[in-house]
């Protein structure tokens, strides 16, 4: 597990609880087990029984996605999740992300976007997310990940990855055991079995 260290202010349960979803073995879900909210936006349907999934009028790549019913009195968390496609993978991320934050009961609410690895799409993303006061961003997959670190990295959000390949062989990060000294967590699908 990396340590990490971040700029400014942090949402350390948020953080933590990524890290956790990433670091877990976490079983497929099944093409026919989701339920499409769009053509590159799908969650399982255990998730679509908690949460409630709205194509932003006008804009097919924004996904909001909020808790059917609030069980927690802690403050909201906003999240941002940049997607730079449609994956399988990262319906079962997001899926499991969902769920995991049902059972722990936290106050959250995503804006999910695909930016389509477009770099005015993403700026207007990001320019979004600090104008609108959101806690944290997801990065959904190394596409994602490899755009934000030229992009946002030092920015003043926090930026967790999910569904991303090894950041020391990608040259994001300099070690296993060292924090990134930026607002970046990262996780990692394919670290080094002895690291």
């Not at 953080?15 to 099944?30: G, Q, R």
């Not at 769920?99 to 993303?125: C, H, P, S, Y």
């Not at 070690?175 to 990134?180: A, L």
């Amino acid at each position: 597990m990396f340590r990490y260290k971040f700029a400014g202010n942090v949402v350390s349960a948020l953080v933590a609880l990524v890290i956790t979803l990433t670091a877990a073995v976490v079983p497929s879900v099944p093409a026919h087990a989701t339920v499409t909210v769009t053509d590159w936006f799908r969650i399982g349907k255990d998730a679509v029984k908690e949460w409630d999934s709205v194509v932003q009028p006008g804009d097919s790549n924004i996904v909001r996605v909020k808790p059917k019913r609030f069980a927690s009195s802690q403050p909201l968390r906003r999240i941002i999740v940049l997607y730079p496609r449609r994956s399988s993978a990262y319906d079962t991320a997001i899926t499991t992300f969902l769920n995991v934050i049902q059972d722990k009961r936290l106050n959250a609410e995503l804006t999910v976007i695909n930016f389509q690895t477009d770099d005015a799409r993403g700026k207007a993303a990001l320019e979004f997310a600090e104008n609108s006061n959101f806690d944290l961003i997801l990065s959904m997959g190394s596409e994602s990940t490899a755009w934000l670190w030229t992009n946002y990295r030092g920015g003043k959000l926090p930026v967790v990855t999910v569904c991303s390949k090894d950041p020391v062989l990608l040259g994001q990060s300099a070690g296993y055991d060292v924090g990134s000294n930026t607002n970046f967590a990262f996780t990692s699908l394919n670290m080094p079995i002895d690291a």
